[in-house]
């Protein structure tokens, strides 16, 4: 079937910070969010689809998602 999907590290002291950050306000918190996370989306959004362009696109369409819904984080 292939490579098994890699798991993601768990959220962090620093991504619940973040997370405050932005939702009261601190839009460019973002970024901090991002940079936490995007290895680890990639990794695991590169061994779904196995083509570059379409990693690409599945890595910023799910923090375009997460951004919209990260009023449901817990």
């Keep these: ?9 768990p959220p962090t ?3 619940d910070r973040l997370v405050r950050l932005v939702l009261s306000g601190d839009t460019q918190a973002f970024a901090g ?3 936490l996370y ?12 196995r083509d570059w ?4 696109s599945l890595v910023q369409q799910t923090f375009v998602d997460a951004y919209a819904h990260l009023h449901r984080y817990q």
């Design 1 to 9: 079937m292939g490579q098994p999907v890699p798991k993601p590290e």
């Design 13 to 15: 002291p620093e991504a």
């Design 33 to 35: 969010i991002v940079r």
């Design 38 to 49: 995007e290895s680890d989306v990639w990794r695991i959004a590169a061994a779904l689809v």
């Design 53 to 56: 362009t379409a990693t690409e």
